[in-house]
């Protein structure tokens, strides 16, 4: 039951991870919700994670929020670190009382819900630049699994080639066996930027 926070670097597969938790918890026949805190305008995001009440604004409907619709399963609060700190407080409160509150409601909602979180720096680096509070940090990194980049397990890039030519072979109809020896040399002295998002988008295109 306890939060979970995944810190890597962009395309390390943060949420392929968090889905793999939820895949395999009590919980995997639920709703697993992901949210990218980063693509959700600041002035939207309150109310699209915890829902509204008919008349808190102008043009406001009763809206479940995607705590609520998460309830039951597991979210995924991808890039937690662009949270506005105003909002992380409001976060720590629903953590702290697995209550949900609707905009303009003074009804509470129990939770039974899976938190899972990421961030794409190590979780000291981003309270000390003040992008996390230190008291939310402590709720939702109760465990925090760290990624490395795949520049550090370089020894995993055969094993990632083969699934990922497994899948475009079966998503394009083809038959490649192999990496060619001259491409295994590249791809091991290679940086990869990118991360395993990068490795895949090189296969596939190929």
Known sequence: P???????????????????????????????????????????????????????????????????????????????????????????????????????SSVEKDLDIKIISSASQPPMEIVEQNRLRMDLFYRMGVVTILLPPLRERISDIDALCRFFIDRFNRQMNRQIAKLSPRIVRLFNTYDWPGNVRELSHCIEGA
Not at 13 to 32: N, T, V, Y
Not at 59 to 66: F, V
Not at 87 to 99: H, N, T
Request: include cysteine.
């Open 2 to 104: 306890s939060p979970i926070m995944i810190c890597g670097e962009t395309g390390t597969g943060k949420e392929m991870f968090a889905q793999a938790i939820h895949h395999k918890s009590s919980r995997k026949d639920k709703s697993f919700i992901p949210v990218n805190c980063t693509a959700i305008p600041e002035t939207l995001l309150e109310g699209i994670l915890f829902g509204t009440s008919k008349g808190v604004f102008t043009g406001a409907m009763d809206k479940s929020g995607l705590f609520e619709k998460a309830n039951g399963g597991t979210i995924f609060l991808d890039e937690l670190d662009s949270m506005p700190l105003t909002l992380q407080a409001k976060l720590l409160r629903v953590i702290q009382e697995k209550k949900v509150r609707r905009l303009g």
